[in-house]
Each structure stands twice: as C-alpha cells, then as structure tokens.
C-alpha cells in the first residue's frame, strides 16, 4: 500500500470535521443522520438523493434524510461558521456579526451586490483576504472596487474592451483596446498565471500606470494570448506598490473558483440535490461543502508525504475519495436490505404514476 495512505488517520479527520459542527444538532439523533449524510456525500453512491443516502445508511426509508433537509432543527449558517484548516487539526474562526434575513425577506441582488455582502461578512469574520479578483460583471461596478479599496483589500477585476482608463498622469482618457495597440511590442513580458491541465497557462502582460498616489497604486493589466492575440484587461489597485507577476497570480487564482464547483459536482455531489425549496437546498449545500472541505483536508494531508517513486504523482482528490471508499467508507449491506430498497423504489414509483395519470385525466374530464 502506498505509504501516503492512512485509513486509520483518514478515519479520524472525517470524524473530527463531524464531531466540529455537531453541536449545531441539537438532537442525537440528528447528529447521527448528519453524519451519514456526509459520509454519503462522500461515497461512491451515483446519486446522493435523499433515497439513496438512506439507503446507503441502512435506513428502512429516507425520511429521516429528508426531515435533515427540510423541517429539522438546525442552523446551516452555524454549520459553516468552523474553519476547516488544511490538516487534521480543526480551528473555530469567529461567526459573521451581521444579522442574516430569512430567505422570504430577500429582494433581488445583482451579481455585485451579493458579493459586496459577501465579502464584507467574510472580512467582519476575521477571514484574512490580501486580494480579490472576477470578471467583467464585478469589475463594472464601482460600488464594489470602492468597498475594496476602503478596507484596503488590493484587487484585480476585469473589464470590457470599452473601458476608459486616464494615462499620462491623468491628462489622457483613452479605451483600453486602444491603449493596448500603442504598446511596444518589447514591453509585454511572458508570465504563467498558474499551472493547467495541459501544463503551465503561459501569456503575454502587459501594465500601464493609471494612477499614483500616496497609500495606493492603480494600473491597467492587459493580457495577450500567444496564439490567438486576444486580449483580456483588468482595472488594479493595491495599497501598496507590487510586480507585475503579482497581479498576473492574482488573476489567475480566479481558475481555482471553477474547478472547485468542478470538484465538488463531481465528488461530493454539490448539484444532485432533489429539493423544492430554498432552505432544504441550502442545508444540502453546506453539507456537501462540508464532505469537500474533508477531501480537500486530506488533499493537503497527503501531499506533506510525497510518494516514494517519483513516476507517481501526488494523490488528486478523486483517487482520495476512492481509496476513502474503499478503507474507509465501505459499508456491506445484507441482501434482504438491498431488497427491501428495490420494493420501496418500486412501491413508491407506482403511487406517483398513479398519481400523475388521475391528475392527467382529471384535467381531460
């Protein structure tokens, strides 16, 4: 066995992240079936229903699941308040201090809007952000750039081809676009903005200073694809004077926001949720972020013990979550179980079609 591969450990960080938040649950019971929902999250079942979790679980049916879901006593905001560090060791960080709206006394947000609030409840926290960066939708707004630079948290947003920029110590208002065309063709300098799946994503940068002033510095960042010529720009401010590869790994930390979604669809199930309404898909959320933030520990857990043989690359998160199942998670089931679940799916099949085929003919009478 690869010496990477620590059941037992494994084991104990899955039962410390549960153990964390179980407080939250009131009830023992709870608790329990909180557990074994993300233990289920977790496994290799296809499809992390609310059926399928139950029957995982040894349950007889899965109303206990759905009760988890939708009319059970919990708090999903107080779940995710706990910081789940990279290693086994787990640390409380303290509760946003805002008062939270229940969901039918929220209006419409815009894009920005709802990020503005959610960057201010993660720096209320006490969550440690040096920069911010997103696209063309949140570096339109001005709201959100002025909020940044108030608390001081640097930013790298990006823009339309339309934008205007002053250059020339404020003398000149020029598009973007434009100003990309006047720069020399030595002045763009070749940087990756992080490693991809096909090796490292290598541009060309190019920056221009927007504005100076004591405390803060402004550039417009430019970046040219090699092969293709086309052309990304990003309004940049900082408190404080960085280089340009500074700016370029900023921007290209925003890749990692994608492949987590990516992850967490593909690992922990982040989209099977089968809900109506907005708390049951909340709580379904916040437990499958919970299972991701496990996979997540022991990803960084494993990579402290790089692997004997160098042709062997570190442990990627899907072949954790394998080698979870397989020492880890493993849960035979007695046939009669097995079966019980198929009548159950079958019964419960039949009453919905009979269902559906009275409603149909009613309308039709």
């Known amino acids: 066995m690869c010496h990477s591969v620590d059941p037992t450990g494994w084991r104990v960080i899955l039962d410390e992240a549960?153990?964390?938040?179980?407080?939250?649950?009131?009830?023992?019971?709870?608790?329990?079936?909180?557990?074994?929902?993300?233990?289920?999250?977790?496994?290799?079942?296809?499809?992390k229903t609310c059926w399928s979790?139950?029957?995982?679980?040894?349950?007889?049916?899965?109303?206990?699941?759905?009760?988890?879901?939708?009319?059970?006593?919990?708090?999903?905001?107080?779940?995710?308040?706990?910081?789940?560090?990279?290693?086994?060791?787990?640390?409380?960080?303290?509760?946003p201090s805002h008062r939270r709206r229940r969901p039918d006394d929220v209006g419409f947000a815009?894009?920005?809007?709802?990020?503005?609030?959610?960057?201010?409840?993660?720096?209320?926290?006490?969550v440690p952000v040096g920069w911010v960066t997103g696209d063309e939708v949140y570096g339109a707004d001005p709201g959100l750039r002025a909020d940044l630079e108030h608390r001081g948290i640097g930013y790298v947003l990006a823009v339309g081809c339309d934008r205007r920029v002053h250059v020339?110590?404020?003398?000149?208002?020029?598009?973007v676009d434009d100003?990309?065309?006047?720069?020399?063709?030595?002045?763009?300098?070749?940087?990756?903005?992080?490693?991809?799946?096909?090796?490292?994503?290598?541009?060309?940068?190019?920056?221009?200073?927007?504005?100076?002033?004591?405390?803060e510095h402004r550039w417009l960042l430019i970046r040219r694809?090699?092969?293709?010529?086309?052309?990304?720009?990003?309004?940049?401010?900082?408190?404080?004077?960085?280089?340009?590869?500074?700016?370029?790994?900023?921007?290209?930390?925003?890749?990692?926001?994608?492949?987590?979604?990516?992850?967490?669809?593909?690992?922990?199930?982040?989209?099977h949720y089968q809900v109506r309404g907005w708390t049951g898909w909340h709580r379904f959320v916040t437990l499958a972020m919970l299972a991701l933030a496990v996979l997540t520990i022991l990803a960084a857990t494993t990579a402290q013990?790089?692997?004997?043989?160098?042709?062997?690359?570190?442990?990627?998160?899907?072949e954790i979550r394998r080698l979870l199942n397989a020492f880890v998670l493993a849960l035979p089931l007695p046939p009669a179980h097995t079966l019980h679940w198929s009548s159950w799916r079958r019964t419960s099949q039949a009453r919905a079609r009979r269902s559906h085929y009275q409603r149909r003919l009613g309308h039709l009478a």
């Not at 894009?111 to 209320?124: F, G």
């Not at 086309?230 to 492949?259: N, Q």
């Not at 013990?305 to 899907?318: G, R």
Request: hydrophobic share 40%.
């Open 110 to 126: 815009t894009k920005p809007a709802l990020a503005r609030q959610m960057i201010a409840a993660a720096l209320d926290a006490g």
């Open 18 to 47: 549960v153990t964390r938040v179980a407080d939250r649950f009131v009830r023992a019971e709870l608790r329990r079936t909180a557990g074994q929902f993300v233990e289920g999250l977790l496994s290799g079942v296809e499809r």
């Open 53 to 95: 979790l139950a029957e995982r679980a040894g349950h007889d049916d899965p109303q206990a699941m759905q009760r988890l879901l939708r009319t059970a006593v919990w708090d999903a905001d107080a779940v995710r308040s706990p910081a789940l560090p990279t290693r086994g060791i787990l640390a409380r960080s303290p509760r």
């Open 168 to 175: 020339n110590d404020g003398r000149t208002l020029i598009r």
């Open 179 to 215: 100003l990309a065309d006047r720069i020399p063709t030595a002045e763009w300098q070749q940087h990756s903005c992080g490693p991809g799946a096909k090796g490292p994503r290598d541009y060309l940068w190019a920056w221009v200073t927007t504005a100076t002033s004591p405390g």
């Open 305 to 318: 013990q790089p692997d004997p043989d160098p042709e062997i690359i570190a442990l990627t998160v899907a």
């Open 225 to 271: 694809n090699r092969t293709t010529g086309e052309l990304a720009f990003y309004l940049c401010w900082s408190p404080r004077l960085v280089p340009l590869h500074t700016l370029v790994t900023v921007d290209g930390s925003r890749w990692s926001v994608e492949e987590l979604f990516q992850t967490g669809k593909g690992q922990v199930g982040l989209d």
